[in-house]
C-alpha cells in the first residue's frame, strides 16, 4: 500500500466557538486556539481541523459563510489567523481549513445580487425555480434542518433551493463560474499555506437534473440526502484537485451524507484523483429509527455497529483509505452514546471507545474534548439549546403532534449537536477555565471533575490514554497499514479484530458492555505483547473473562 502522511496523520477538530476564549466576550476565538496549541502539540496530534472561521451571519454557527476570504468578527481578525498559522506550523502542526462550498449564507454578496433580478450575472449562482402549476412548491425536498428546502423570494416571484437552513441557499454547481470562484479561493487559501480541506456536505453539490420530487419522509418532505451522490459529483471534485488542489500538497476529507461504500470507493481512490478521504455516517445511523432518522431514544445493537465498521474496513482496503471517528461538532459524546457516563465506567470507557477505533485501519479524527471524556449535557429546557437543528425540530415535531414534547426533549438530550458544542473543559475554575465572561452556550457542571488541567496532572487520564494511542501508531507502522480481519463477529459484547502485516499481527479486544464478558484469545497470539489496555489486564491466555468496557490491545511479531 502507498505510505502517505495523511495516512499516518491523528487529526484534531477545532470548533472554535467552544474551545478558547481569549478576550473574555464569551466565544472562543483564534486567539483562544493559538494559545493552546502547546495542548495539542502534547496530546501528539499532526492536524487540526478548523471548523469555519469565515464571516457569517451564523445562523448555523459559521456554517453560512458571507465572505470566504475574512475572519468573523468574533473570532479575530485575519493578522490573528495568521499568527495562529504560522505558529502551529512553527509546532509542526498542520491546519486543515472547514471548505463550505454546498451553500453559501444568503448574505453572500453572490446570493445578494443573484436574487435582484432574472438577469443579474449571479442568478446562475444559484437554485431558482418557480412554483408548480397549481401553486405548489417546486418539489417535495425537505430541508436538514426541518420544513421545506424552498424559500420564496418575492423581488422575483421564484423559490431558492436550500438543503439546510433558509439563510443557506445552495450554490448551483453546474454553473462553470461558480465552480472557477470556489477554486481561486481555495488556491488563495493554499498561497497562504493551508495544508487542506474538509469539505461540509460535499456529496451533495451535484443535484439530480429536473430535480424530481422524491419518497417522502416522516414530515412529509423527501430528506436532504436526494441530492447525494450526484450525476456531476465526480467530475467536479476532479476538476477541483486539478485546478486546487494539485497545486499543494494537501489533505482532503469529504463530509459525505448519503455515501455508500460504492461511491467512496470513487470519491477516496487510492489514485489520489479526489479526495483523499470521506466522512461515511453509516455508523452514526447505528441507533436511528426508520422513520424518525437520529430523533429516536433507540440504543444501538453492537452487531450492528461491528457489521457496519466491519464493512467498511474491508470494503475500502487497497481500495481507498477510511476515516475513523466516533464524534464531531453534529454528533453527541460518543462516551454517552456508545459507552457509559456514569462515575463508574466514564473513564473506562472512554478509553475502551478510543483503543477500538485507533487500532482500526484509516486516519483517526479526535474531536475537541473526546480526549478528556466528556459527556453529553442533556439540557432538559429548550431554552438552554443554542443549535438551530435542534430547535426547528422541536418546534415542527411537537407542533404537528409528531411527538410529545416530553418525548421530543429525551430524544434531543441524547442527540441534540449542541451536546458536543458545551465549552471545551480546561480546569476547576469559573466556567471550566473556557472564558472569563458569560459563555454562548452553558459550561457542562461537570468541569470540575472532568478538565484538561486535571487530566495531565494524572498518568493514567483519558487524555494520557490518548496520547499513548497516538504514539503507538507513530511507531508501528502496522497499526496504519495492516489488513484489518474481524473476529466473533456474532457476539453481542465483544468487538474484536486483528490486523495483518508481513511479520507482525495486532489483536484489539473491547468489552463494549456493562457486564463481565468470556473471550477466547486466539492460540496465534500466545506470548503476545501487550501494547496498551484499559485495566491493566496481565493474563492473557485462552479463555479469559473481561470487566465491563475492558480493551487491551496485543502485538505479535514472528
Ligand atoms: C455539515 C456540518 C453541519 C452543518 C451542515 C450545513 O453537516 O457539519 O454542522 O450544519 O453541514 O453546512
Ligand atoms: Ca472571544
Redesign the pocket.
Known amino acids: 500500500m502507498e505510505k502517505r502522511w495523511w495516512k499516518e496523520s491523528v487529526v484534531y477538530q477545532i470548533y472554535p466557538r467552544s474551545f478558547c476564549d481569549s478576550n473574555g466576550d464569551g466565544i472562543g476565538d483564534l486567539n483562544g486556539i493559538t494559545g493552546k496549541l502547546d495542548y495539542l502539540k502534547e496530546l501528539g496530534i499532526d492536524v487540526i481541523w478548523l471548523s469555519p472561521v469565515y464571516k457569517s451571519p451564523n445562523d448555523?454557527n459559521g456554517?453560512d459563510i458571507s465572505d470566504y476570504q475574512a475572519i468573523m468578527d468574533e473570532f479575530g481578525t485575519m493578522e490573528d489567523f495568521d499568527r495562529m498559522l504560522a505558529t502551529a506550523h512553527e509546532k509542526g502542526i498542520k491546519i486543515m481549513m472547514d471548505l463550505?462550498v454546498n451553500?453559501t449564507s444568503d448574505e453572500h454578496k453572490w446570493f445578494i445580487e443573484s436574487r435582484k433580478s432574472t438577469d443579474n450575472p449571479y442568478r446562475d449562482y444559484y437554485i431558482w425555480r418557480p412554483a408548480k402549476e397549481d401553486g405548489s412548491l417546486p418539489n417535495n425536498w425537505g430541508s436538514?434542518f426541518s420544513g421545506p428546502a424552498w424559500e420564496y423570494d418575492k423581488t422575483t416571484d421564484m423559490y431558492f433551493l436550500h438543503l439546510?437552513s433558509k439563510k443557506?441557499p445552495d450554490l448551483n454547481w453546474d454553473n462553470p463560474a461558480v465552480r472557477q470562484d470556489v477554486f481561486d479561493m481555495m488556491n488563495w487559501w493554499l498561497k497562504k499555506g493551508v495544508d487542506g480541506f474538509r469539505m461540509?456536505?460535499i456529496s451533495l453539490i451535484s443535484k439530480e437534473p429536473g430535480l424530481p420530487d422524491k419518497e417522502p419522509g416522516i414530515n412529509g418532505y423527501a430528506t436532504f440526502n436526494v441530492s447525494a451522490n450526484g450525476p456531476h459529483v465526480h467530475e467536479y471534485l476532479q476538476e477541483m484537485r486539478q485546478k486546487a488542489l494539485n497545486n499543494a500538497d494537501t489533505i482532503t476529507v469529504g463530509?459525505c451524507?448519503g455515501v455508500t461504500l460504492e461511491e467512496a470507493k470513487k470519491y477516496a481512490r487510492s489514485d489520489e484523483k479526489e479526495l483523499n478521504m470521506v466522512f461515511q455516517f453509516e455508523h452514526m445511523d447505528v441507533d436511528s429509527d426508520e422513520k424518525a432518522g437520529k430523533w429516536t431514544t433507540r440504543k444501538m445493537d453492537l452487531r450492528d455497529l461491528k457489521k457496519i465498521l466491519t464493512r467498511w474496513q474491508k470494503g475500502l482496503q487497497d481500495i481507498a483509505w477510511n476515516s475513523l471517528y466516533w464524534e464531531?461538532?453534529?454528533q453527541p459524546r460518543s462516551v454517552s452514546r456508545f459507552g457509559n457516563d456514569s462515575d463508574e465506567y466514564r473513564e473506562i470507557s472512554a478509553k475502551m471507545l478510543a483503543t477500538c477505533i485507533h487500532m482500526m485501519q484509516g486516519t483517526p479524527y479526535v474531536y475537541q474534548g473526546e480526549e478528556l471524556g466528556m459527556t453529553n449535557i442533556y439540557f432538559d429546557k429548550l431554552e438552554d439549546y443554542r443549535d438551530i437543528e435542534s430547535i426547528n425540530y422541536f418546534e415542527e415535531f411537537t407542533e404537528s403532534g409528531l411527538m410529545t414534547p416530553e418525548h421530543m426533549m429525551k430524544c434531543l438530550m441524547l442527540r441534540s449537536r449542541d451536546n458536543a458544542r458545551t465549552p471545551m473543559q480546561w480546569d476547576d475554575s469559573k466556567q471550566a477555565g473556557f472564558t472569563d465572561g458569560e459563555p454562548w452556550i452553558k459550561v457542562n457542571q461537570n468541569y470540575k471533575k472532568i478538565n484538561a488541567a486535571q487530566q495531565l496532572e494524572d498518568p493514567d487520564s483519558v487524555f494520557h490514554y490518548y496520547q499513548k494511542l497516538i504514539r503507538l501508531r507513530k511507531e508501528k507502522d502496522i497499526i496504519v497499514y495492516g489488513e484489518f480481519e474481524p473476529l466473533y463477529r456474532e457476539d453481542e459484547q465483544i468487538f474484536a479484530y486483528t490486523r495483518k502485516q508481513d511479520q507482525e499481527k495486532l489483536l484489539t479486544v473491547c468489552n463494549f458492555s456493562d457486564k463481565n464478558a468470556e473471550v477466547e484469545v486466539p492460540e496465534e497470539f500466545k506470548g503476545a505483547e501487550c501494547l496498551i489496555t484499559n485495566l491493566g489486564r496481565k493474563e492473557f491466555e485462552g479463555k479469559i473473562v473481561l470487566n465491563p468496557y475492558e480493551a487491551f490491545v496485543l502485538y505479535y511479531k514472528h
Open positions: 448555523d456554517y463550505v451553500h436538514c439546510f443557506q461540509d456536505v463530509e451524507s464531531n461538532h453534529d
